[in-house]
């Protein structure tokens, strides 16, 4: 099964689970919605709307390229759809807005997703939606289409992009010539916003995850508007991310902003008639399958299961009519890429280097992690090392356990023609949790009309000073350093790799004391790490310590050697 079918059937799998999570009592005043945790459990004042984006992929399930006897019969995906629809109308604000993360909140995200999603379902399913159901989800598009001409997003780049394919679906199916218009303006408006390396900004940096998810929205409005003007640019957009995408189809969390691990397949499939690196991923996509790993970012939690289950089913749908027209075919008849050697993106913070089935992916911005993959000559086994860093928990520093994780773009990087150096210091681990006057704050801010969007502006500053979404992820928050310092230099040498770790006090003053130190290294074999790793140095406190690791490749997978040197 290559991964395009698999992605798919794990949606066909879970549609009654979706169809349990929706409130099906029709006298109920929540009769439609999915967020159990509102209608059932009653712990959410409010109902988030991302949740009934699930209707649009049991309505997506009954298309004639998806449907199957093991799924639910037609009639009951469609009463699921059609209440899904009833209740996505009656959420709508009076100004065509959604809530998604808080009551009021009259989010750009919101409402932008839900109209793709229930847009998309009428686009590929017209003549077998019931008129008053039409009715009901062209006027509550139409809506939602008017409020985002007045509105934009450019703090995640993402959502703009977005914005302009929800507004190319609101002309195709509502007809408004003021809609195709916008959605050229926000489309516009992403282009001129991507950088030098390719890729666009999300809050105060990248994310290779959400290069996806823009890639994805892109082709989506290319696709619906025939629009070429954007193709370039995600080209350019591809040939950045190529390097990054790992031998199993899938990315490293770190070397983000929001640590998504999100691969495209939308618009990698949509690309793939215009990008050499396009066509060769889903190439790849298939023929084999990143299984659970590939759904993992985005379908394997109730709310994101809910969120993007249309995604793979729009996406099986493009690819079965390219097949039909001998279009993917012909995408995919290009010779693999040899993309053999080094990618250095120093803006971005992150380096790629391949030689013989060794990829080293390297990611200074994402506190230093790097992660190491190999496959050997003919073997469809694919060994993993990853190295993350370290983490300092000394309580005569601070209460906080202190490490080099955490996003940040702008730690100093340096390379040579075989070596790569970062510098990044320790600092607290701390994540964000509002306190209740926090929430009690925004509660009642956001029920005084135009009070709202200055609260979202404060949020957003906010995310961008601590360098994090805040939600959809635990990311760190971006805190000072604590004295400690690590100098990583990455050494390569054919398919030989050597890390050198310096790690010092920068004050003099103080010392390490190496109990307190633990590095984050694991290998597909499990714990990479040797214990003892410091016994030889004879004493546990030092100024400064240097630990060398080599990592060497064979048809059996990695070997490793580890050494330490204290100062």
């Given at each position: 099964?290559?991964?395009?079918?698999?992605?798919?059937?794990?949606?066909?799998?879970?549609?009654?689970?979706?169809?349990?999570?929706?409130?099906?009592?029709?006298?109920?005043?929540?009769?439609?919605?999915?967020?159990?945790?509102?209608?059932?459990?009653?712990?959410?004042?409010?109902?988030?709307?991302?949740?009934?984006?699930?209707?649009?992929?049991?309505?997506?399930?009954?298309?004639?390229?998806?449907?199957?006897?093991?799924?639910?019969?037609?009639?009951?995906?469609?009463?699921?759809?059609?209440?899904?629809?009833?209740?996505?109308?009656?959420?709508?604000?009076?100004?065509?807005?959604?809530?998604?993360?808080?009551?009021?909140?009259?989010?750009?995200?919101?409402?932008?997703?839900?109209?793709?999603?229930?847009?998309l379902a009428i686009y590929f399913l017209a003549d077998k939606i019931e008129q008053e159901d039409k009715k009901i989800l062209l006027q509550t598009a139409e809506k939602a289409a008017n409020w985002l001409l007045k509105h934009d997003d450019f703090v995640k780049m993402n959502h703009q992009a977005a914005g302009a394919a929800a507004l190319a679906i609101a002309y195709k199916i509502c007809g408004k010539?003021?809609?195709?218009?916008?959605?050229?303006?926000?489309?516009?408006?992403?282009?001129?916003?991507?950088?030098?390396?390719?890729?666009?900004?999300?809050?105060?940096?990248?994310?290779?995850?959400?290069?996806?998810?823009?890639?994805?929205?892109?082709?989506?409005?290319?696709?619906?508007?025939?629009?070429?003007?954007?193709?370039?640019?995600?080209?350019?957009?591809?040939?950045?991310?190529?390097?990054?995408?790992?031998?199993?189809?899938?990315?490293?969390?770190?070397?983000?902003?929001?640590?998504?691990?999100?691969?495209?397949?939308?618009?990698?499939?949509?690309?793939?008639?215009?990008?050499?690196?396009?066509?060769?991923?889903?190439?790849?996509?298939?023929?084999?399958?990143?299984?659970?790993?590939?759904?993992?970012?985005?379908?394997?939690?109730?709310?994101?299961?809910?969120?993007?289950?249309?995604?793979?089913?729009?996406?099986?749908?493009?690819?079965?009519?390219?097949?039909?027209?001998?279009?993917?075919?012909?995408?995919?008849?290009?010779?693999?890429?040899?993309?053999?050697?080094?990618?250095?993106?120093?803006?971005?913070?992150?380096?790629?280097?391949?030689?013989?089935?060794?990829?080293?992916?390297?990611?200074?911005?994402?506190?230093?992690?790097?992660?190491?993959?190999?496959?050997?000559?003919?073997?469809?086994?694919?060994?993993?090392?990853?190295?993350?860093?370290?983490?300092?928990?000394?309580?005569?520093?601070?209460?906080?356990?202190?490490?080099?994780?955490?996003?940040?773009?702008?730690?100093?990087?340096?390379?040579?023609?075989?070596?790569?150096?970062?510098?990044?210091?320790?600092?607290?681990?701390?994540?964000?949790?509002?306190?209740?006057?926090?929430?009690?704050?925004?509660?009642?801010?956001?029920?005084?009309?135009?009070?709202?969007?200055?609260?979202?502006?404060?949020?957003?500053?906010?995310?961008?000073?601590?360098?994090?979404?805040?939600?959809?992820?635990?990311?760190?928050?971006?805190?000072?350093?604590?004295?400690?310092?690590?100098?990583?230099?990455?050494?390569?040498?054919?398919?030989?790799?050597?890390?050198?770790?310096?790690?010092?006090?920068?004050?003099?003053?103080?010392?390490?004391?190496?109990?307190?130190?633990?590095?984050?290294?694991?290998?597909?074999?499990?714990?990479?790490?040797?214990?003892?790793?410091?016994?030889?140095?004879?004493?546990?406190?030092?100024?400064?310590?240097?630990?060398?690791?080599?990592?060497?490749?064979?048809?059996?997978?990695?070997?490793?050697?580890?050494?330490?040197?204290?100062?």
């Amino acid at each position: 099964m290559n991964d395009f079918e698999y992605q798919a059937n794990y949606i066909k799998q879970n549609a009654n689970r979706i169809i349990w999570m929706q409130d099906r009592h029709p006298l109920s005043p929540s009769y439609g919605c999915f967020h159990y945790s509102h209608w059932r459990d009653k712990v959410s004042e409010f109902a988030d709307i991302r949740f009934q984006e699930a209707g649009a992929a049991l309505a997506l399930l009954a298309h004639p390229l998806l449907h199957e006897p093991s799924l639910p019969m037609k009639e009951a995906l469609y009463k699921a759809f059609s209440a899904g629809v009833v209740f996505w109308n009656r959420q709508q604000h009076s100004d065509g807005s959604f809530d998604e993360w808080y009551k009021n909140e009259h989010g750009f995200a919101a409402t932008t997703f839900s109209l793709i999603a229930y847009g998309l379902a009428i686009y590929f399913l017209a003549d077998k939606i019931e008129q008053e159901d039409k009715k009901i989800l062209l006027q509550t598009a139409e809506k939602a289409a008017n409020w985002l001409l007045k509105h934009d997003d450019f703090v995640k780049m993402n959502h703009q992009a977005a914005g302009a394919a929800a507004l190319a679906i609101a002309y195709k199916i509502c007809g408004k010539e003021a809609f195709l218009n916008e959605a050229v303006r926000k489309h516009q408006t992403v282009l001129k916003a991507q950088t030098d390396e390719g890729w666009f900004n999300e809050i105060a940096g990248m994310d290779l995850g959400y290069c996806s998810v823009l890639l994805d929205y892109m082709m989506l409005y290319h696709y619906i508007t025939k629009d070429n003007s954007g193709l370039e640019a995600m080209k350019k957009l591809y040939a950045f991310i190529f390097p990054f995408i790992q031998p199993d189809i899938t990315i490293s969390p770190e070397a983000g902003i929001c640590l998504n691990p999100y691969v495209s397949r939308l618009g990698t499939l949509l690309l793939s008639e215009h990008s050499p690196e396009a066509a060769s991923v889903a190439k790849a996509m298939d023929s084999q399958s990143a299984g659970f790993s590939g759904i993992e970012p985005y379908l394997a939690d109730d709310l994101r299961l809910c969120r993007w289950g249309y995604l793979p089913l729009i996406t099986y749908i493009i690819r079965e009519q390219m097949k039909a027209e001998f279009r993917f075919a012909k995408a995919c008849n290009v010779q693999v890429i040899n993309s053999e050697g080094a990618a250095f993106y120093e803006q971005a913070g992150v380096f790629s280097y391949k030689s013989k089935g060794l990829h080293c992916i390297f990611m200074p911005a994402g506190g230093g992690g790097i992660r190491i993959f190999y496959q050997g000559n003919n073997s469809v086994d694919i060994y993993s090392y990853e190295d993350l860093g370290y983490f300092y928990d000394d309580p005569s520093w601070t209460k906080y356990k202190m490490f080099t994780g955490g996003y940040k773009n702008t730690r100093k990087i340096e390379k040579d023609s075989n070596t790569v150096t970062a510098y990044i210091r320790f600092a607290p681990a701390k994540f964000f949790f509002p306190p209740f006057i926090a929430r009690l704050i925004l509660r009642i801010g956001c029920s005084i009309p135009y009070l709202s969007y200055w609260l979202r502006w404060l949020i957003d500053v906010y995310r961008k000073k601590k360098g994090t979404a805040i939600n959809q992820s635990v990311a760190p928050l971006s805190e000072k350093s604590l004295g400690i310092i690590l100098k990583r230099r990455l050494i390569m040498e054919g398919s030989t790799l050597k890390i050198t770790d310096e790690i010092a006090c920068e004050n003099n003053s103080f010392r390490l004391n190496l109990r307190h130190l633990h590095p984050l290294i694991f290998s597909s074999k499990g714990i990479a790490e040797p214990p003892g790793l410091f016994d030889s140095l004879g004493t546990d406190k030092v100024e400064s310590v240097i630990i060398t690791k080599e990592i060497r490749t064979s048809d059996k997978g990695f070997s490793f050697s580890f050494s330490a040197k204290g100062k």
